[in-house]
């Protein structure tokens, strides 16, 4: 974790970069069930590869690139379905498919998961930029990535593209809306948030096109 106040340091460690040895996590003691469905929690990255200007996460997590193996992710898995008998999974991870590496190991993990017999529900995170861009180019990377999810938690925080190139979000407006239509059509529930800073309430206020734009975006 690294940070800094008045430019010195205030704590500067080595991050942990074989995620593999971190040690399962128990929950005896925390027993999460929603809708009688018992859920499992798993983190298996650390960091996301964007820089968007509103977001803390490459601050607090450092160094990106740090990703459990799909070996160690179905281990851990397996180990809360045996223990607590989760079946439905939210992965905590920032960004979990931030590239198409990433949607690769997403199809070993849920072979793996096939191997073991598990049946089992994930909530994902991800960038709509990859999910539209495989949509068009490798659909069937995309089925096999995403078939065990039907769940997913996408950032789109604004419908303007200068606002959305202000934020340095590599995601424009277009690329969002196909990528949510290629996650509908699959048959997957979207969850969505939209981010309200300063400028953009600022903005609304002058600007009632973007403001209906972007309401008209919510009611959609
Ligand atoms: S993609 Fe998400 S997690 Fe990554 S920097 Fe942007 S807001 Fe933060």
Same mark, same amino acid.
């Given at each position: 974790?690294?940070?800094?106040?008045?430019?010195?340091?205030?704590?500067?460690?080595?991050?942990?970069?074989?995620?593999?040895?971190?040690?399962?996590?128990?929950?005896?003691?925390?027993?999460?069930?929603?809708?009688?469905?018992?859920?499992?929690?798993?983190? &298996?990255?650390?960091?996301?590869?964007?820089?968007?200007?509103?977001?803390?996460?490459?601050?607090? &997590?450092?160094?990106?690139?740090?990703?459990?193996?799909?070996?160690?992710?179905?281990?851990?898995?397996?180990?809360?379905?045996?223990?607590?008998?989760?079946?439905?999974? $939210?992965?905590?991870?920032?960004?979990?498919?931030?590239?198409?590496?990433?949607?690769?190991?997403?199809?070993?993990?849920? $072979?793996?998961?096939?191997?073991?017999?598990?049946?089992?529900?994930?909530?994902?995170?991800?960038?709509?930029?990859?999910?539209?861009?495989?949509?068009?180019?490798?659909?069937?990377?995309?089925?096999?990535?995403?078939?065990?999810? $039907?769940?997913?938690?996408?950032?789109?925080?604004?419908?303007?593209?200068?606002?959305?190139?202000?934020?340095?979000?590599?995601?424009?407006?277009?690329?969002?809306?196909?990528?949510?239509?290629?996650?509908?059509?699959?048959?997957?529930?979207?969850?969505?948030?939209?981010?309200?800073?300063?400028? &953009?309430?600022?903005?609304?206020?002058?600007?009632?096109?973007?403001?209906?734009?972007?309401?008209?975006?919510?009611?959609?």
């Amino acid at each position: 974790m690294e940070g800094e106040k008045e430019g010195e340091p205030i704590i500067s460690e080595e991050p942990l970069l074989n995620l593999d040895s971190i040690p399962f996590a128990n929950y005896d003691s925390l027993k999460p069930s929603v809708l009688g469905i018992q859920t499992g929690s798993i983190f &298996t990255s650390f960091s996301c590869p964007f820089r968007c200007k509103f977001c803390a996460n490459y601050n607090f &997590t450092g160094a990106h690139g740090r990703r459990m193996s799909p070996k160690r992710v179905v281990e851990e898995i397996t180990h809360q379905n045996k223990g607590w008998g989760s079946t439905f999974f $939210n992965y905590g991870d920032s960004t979990i498919l931030p590239n198409e590496a990433s949607f690769h190991k997403m199809v070993e993990i849920n $072979n793996l998961l096939d191997k073991m017999g598990l049946e089992l529900d994930f909530f994902l995170s991800c960038h709509l930029d990859i999910i539209a861009r495989l949509d068009r180019e490798n659909p069937q990377l995309l089925d096999h990535a995403l078939r065990k999810a $039907n769940i997913f938690f996408v950032g789109v925080e604004n419908v303007n593209n200068k606002i959305l190139f202000s934020y340095n979000k590599h995601l424009s407006s277009d690329n969002a809306k196909r990528g949510i239509d290629a996650l509908l059509k699959r048959g997957k529930m979207c969850r969505n948030i939209l981010l309200f800073t300063l400028l &953009t309430i600022l903005i609304s206020i002058f600007c009632i096109k973007w403001f209906s734009k972007n309401i008209r975006y919510i009611l959609s």
